[in-house]
């Protein structure tokens, strides 16, 4: 990771917090009457905010490692069985995948609206699925047996495309996609809102998940060696005792 994004962390995750807060808040008067505003709360929870929660976080797991002058006792390891390599992160695409798609039906937005209960819930299961995503895209070792680069740029891949199909749906809807935000009089049409919604949703994933699929496969052709492979080939083979079972590997170069 490059030094000014760990002197950022603290900034990242304050904002995170700060943008989740104004998402419920301030913006909750706008989001009952503008589909553009509910749309932009959307990609807030399900993207922005877990993008910016997880790079600002010094996640790791405590199990993971132990303090040499610690007393001796048995090290907890990483075990396939626990962290099965492939079907973690499928398991967290998918579920990311059905919550986003469930909170953009039609019948979930048109209930949405002075439904502040529904909103929480929204934020919750968009927040958590989003963090997974971002988890698993994010490159800490430490915490997981990462993916390779290839596996992450297409994951954030299916996660991008998702939202955005689901954009196209409702711009090349002809009629009123959610009937909730059917405006009448002066004002902003209903088209208008319509489509400010639909640039939302393509707008967000693309400012969040592309930066990140691009650097993602420039740094796999330009180094095709994967740095995580040595820690996955350990975790197959099970726990390592210094000196028991084989001798330890030399420092990389």
């Known amino acids: 990771m490059r030094i000014w994004l760990v002197?950022?962390?603290?900034?990242?995750?304050?904002?995170?917090?700060?943008?989740?807060?104004?998402?419920l808040l301030p913006a909750e008067s706008y989001a009952r009457r503008y589909a553009f505003a509910e749309t932009l709360q959307f990609v807030t929870f399900a993207v922005a905010a877990p993008a910016l929660l997880v790079l600002g976080g010094p996640w790791r797991f405590p199990t993971l490692t132990?303090?040499?002058?610690?007393?001796?006792?048995?090290v907890r390891h990483l075990t396939p069985s626990h962290w099965p390599a492939a079907s973690r992160p499928a398991a967290v695409l998918?579920?990311?995948?059905?919550?986003?798609?469930a909170w953009r039906l039609p019948v979930?937005?048109?209930?949405?609206?002075?439904?502040?209960?529904?909103?929480?819930?929204?934020?919750v299961t968009l927040l958590a699925t989003g963090t997974g995503l971002?988890?698993?895209l994010a490159k800490t070792p430490p915490l997981l047996p990462g993916l390779s680069r290839p596996q992450r740029?297409?994951?954030?891949?299916?996660?991008?495309?998702?939202?955005?199909?689901?954009?196209?749906?409702?711009?090349?809807?002809?009629?009123?996609?959610?009937a909730a935000y059917r405006h009448t009089g002066h004002g902003l049409s209903t088209a208008a809102d319509q489509q400010f919604?639909?640039?939302?949703?393509?707008?967000?994933?693309?400012?969040?998940?592309?930066?990140?699929?691009?650097?993602?496969?420039?740094?796999?052709?330009?180094?095709?060696?994967?740095?995580?492979?040595?820690?996955?080939?350990?975790?197959?083979?099970?726990?390592f005792h210094p000196g028991l079972d084989r001798p330890p590997r030399p420092p990389w170069g």
């Open 134 to 136: 971002w988890l698993e």
């Open 7 to 23: 002197r950022l962390r603290p900034g990242l995750a304050v904002a995170a917090v700060v943008l989740m807060l104004g998402m």
């Open 66 to 74: 132990r303090d040499q002058n610690s007393s001796p006792g048995p």
């Open 197 to 239: 919604a639909v640039a939302i949703m393509w707008a967000v994933p693309a400012l969040c998940f592309a930066p990140f699929i691009y650097r993602t496969l420039i740094a796999w052709i330009s180094n095709s060696e994967d740095p995580d492979k040595e820690l996955r080939e350990d975790i197959r083979q099970g726990p």
């Open 108 to 123: 979930t937005v048109n209930a949405l609206p002075g439904n502040p209960a529904l909103t929480l819930a929204e934020a």
């Open 153 to 178: 740029a297409a994951m954030a891949a299916g996660a991008m495309w998702t939202i955005w199909i689901l954009a196209y749906i409702m711009g090349m809807s002809h009629g009123t996609w959610f």
């Open 94 to 101: 998918l579920a990311f995948i059905a919550v986003v798609i």
